[in-house]
């Protein structure tokens, strides 16, 4: 019933960019924090970007200044534009939904979408 479903991943060559896309359903979206996980083979899935419910955005110092997450409430999206991407940015990139970023919260994963950083 709940549902986040990941979109926009795909080959990539090193210096472009990509913008994800995450559709929700399910859920009273306009109350829900939402996140971009990404998680590369053999390493830790790791917070990328974050906007609140009331908008406020942060980013990891891994890619801040290049990317731009995004929520649009009419139409229950969020995006996450990366500029500039390099093959550390090879990873599957999850789409997370929470009403709390503390503690104990309602929580949702996506599946996820790969994204690939190759010449």
């Known amino acids: 019933q709940v549902q986040l479903v990941e979109s926009g991943g795909g080959l990539v060559q090193p210096g472009g960019s990509l913008r994800l896309s995450c559709a929700a359903s399910?859920?009273?979206?306009?109350?829900?924090?939402m996140l971009w996980y990404r998680q590369a083979p053999g390493k830790q899935r790791e917070l990328v970007a974050t906007?609140?419910?009331?908008?406020?955005?942060s980013y990891a110092d891994s890619v801040k200044g290049r990317c731009t997450i995004a929520r649009d409430n009419a139409k229950n999206t969020v995006n996450l534009q990366i500029n500039t991407l390099g093959p550390e940015d090879t990873a599957v990139y999850y789409c997370?939904?929470?009403?709390?970023?503390?503690?104990?919260?309602?929580?949702?994963w996506g599946q996820g979408t790969q994204v690939t950083v190759s010449s």
């Open positions: 997370y939904a929470t009403t709390g970023l503390t503690g104990w919260g309602t929580r949702y």
């Open positions: 399910g859920i009273d979206f306009s109350k829900y924090h």
């Open positions: 906007v609140t419910s009331s908008g406020l955005t």
